[in-house]
């Protein structure tokens, strides 16, 4: 090999993920950034006190705000992301409000998917009570989120692999759309993680995370991230305070979330989880590769079986937006696939014998998670909605997990046999 055709160097961004403590120069040279469990930092001037507290010096004043432990977390995310900052949370559904809380205001309108995450659901009912607007599109054609766009509408949020029909939303048309309109283009990329989607390459403003899922991925901590990727200019957003229009105008969406999320309403992540969290991100790319490698390969045994009516998984020709997801996805489906039985099955008495799959309502963890869909996660929405979300009494969630796919199809063979 010539030096003019050695590939491009400069460390992969799992490189950098497993040595960016190391290289932040943690206390005593520890490879981990170490647990910071104050409650409250010291000063040696009144001076750097106020410096801290006005924005003009970083720092740490009160553990609501975070901790060291969570900023070492947070500058990861960020760099996962190619974001220009993050934030952490005690849990995604604490980033989803802390986003929707400190951005919008009574008399704005926010266009959202309408497949969406159980509990996001539920929450932007409270925020229809606080007067915020709110359209449910089919966010898997961005026509259909233009044309709920009104002169109010501030924002947009979707997810990208919607749970657990796995609807793959127009991504990249939901950018274009943002961007032409100059609206706020919020993303939850919980199902994709940077591995398979960085949220920047579609143009969004605002990625979200549940960061237990596949981050963490291994069952034991809570936690969330808003990540700022430094796209959206909000010199043009009405409902940044003064206070907090200061600085590189890329940054404030974040610094007002920061503010009034963690510091107004107190859900923030402890040092404890924001280690755990790190510690599980370090194998990320591998469990993640592993992981869809099974769902495509349940899915594809799934579709086979006499049954199963349909299998709803991104990775199969047959799903409707399969095109799209090979494109956005590099060749990866995420851990998540949803199969509906036939009628003369029953969904209780069948996953009643599954032995090796755990019966429970987490995903993207370690070991194969399933679920009764309309029974359990989406049963305090009612039928409508559940009708409109494509979502029948038979429907399995399947969260699958690091279980070679022979274990799990054997399992599975022999709950559908009976
Ligand atoms: C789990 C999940 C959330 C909420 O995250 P928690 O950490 O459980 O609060 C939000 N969005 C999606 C897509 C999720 O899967």
Redesign the pocket.
């Given at each position: 090999m010539s030096a003019s055709d050695t590939p491009p160097t400069g460390p992969s961004l799992l490189t950098r993920l497993l040595h960016a403590d190391r290289l932040g120069r943690p206390e005593h040279g520890a490879v981990h950034k170490p647990l910071h469990v104050a409650a409250t930092y010291a000063f040696p001037s009144a001076g750097e006190l106020a410096a801290v507290f006005q924005g003009r010096q970083a720092g740490h004043v009160y553990s609501r705000q975070g901790n060291p432990t969570d900023t070492a977390l947070e500058a990861k995310l960020a760099m996962l992301e190619g974001a220009r900052g993050a934030a952490t949370f005690s849990?995604?559904?604490?980033a989803?409000a802390g986003v929707m809380l400190t951005l919008l205001k009574a008399g704005d309108h926010l266009v959202a998917s309408r497949y969406l995450?159980g509990?996001?659901n539920s929450f932007f009912g409270t925020l229809q009570g606080l007067g915020i607007g709110i359209t449910y599109v089919d966010a898997t054609d961005a026509a259909a989120v233009t044309a709920a766009v009104t002169p109010t509408t501030r924002m947009v949020f979707v997810?990208t692999i919607a749970?657990p029909a796995t609807q793959v939303a127009d991504l990249a048309g939901i950018g274009q759309l943002c961007r032409e309109r100059g609206l706020v283009y919020v993303l939850?990329n919980?199902?994709t993680t940077p591995v398979l989607l960085r949220g920047r390459d579609v143009g969004a403003s605002l990625v979200?995370h549940?960061?237990?899922?596949g981050i963490a991925g291994h069952g034991d901590t809570?936690?969330?991230a808003v990540c700022e990727t430094g796209l959206y200019d909000w010199r043009a957003y009405p409902n940044i305070a003064e206070a907090y229009r200061t600085g590189d105008p890329a940054g404030w969406g974040l610094q007002q979330i920061r503010k009034k999320g963690l510091r107004d309403m107190g859900a923030t992540l402890r040092a404890e989880d924001a280690h755990r969290i790190a510690t599980g991100a370090e194998t990320m790319e591998m469990r993640i590769a592993a992981t869809n490698a099974n769902a495509l390969a349940v899915a594809q045994w799934l579709e086979r079986q006499p049954q199963v009516r349909r299998v709803l998984y991104p990775g199969l020709a047959s799903h409707p937006q399969h095109e799209r997801a090979r494109t956005l996805f590099g060749g990866r489906y995420g851990a998540l696939l949803a199969f509906e039985l036939r009628p003369e099955h029953d969904v209780m008495t069948v996953l009643d014998r599954l032995r090796t799959i755990i019966l429970s309502s987490h995903?993207s963890d370690n070991r194969t998670l399933a679920i009764p869909v309309a029974q359990t996660i989406f049963w305090e929405m009612g039928a409508q909605r559940r009708a409109e979300m494509g979502i029948g009494d038979g429907m399995v969630r399947l969260s699958v997990g690091l279980e070679p796919a022979e274990d799990l199809c054997a399992d599975l063979a022999q709950a559908l046999r009976g």
């Open positions: 849990t995604g559904m604490a989803v995450f509990n996001t997810e749970n939850d919980t199902m979200v549940s960061l237990a899922k809570m936690g969330g995903l």
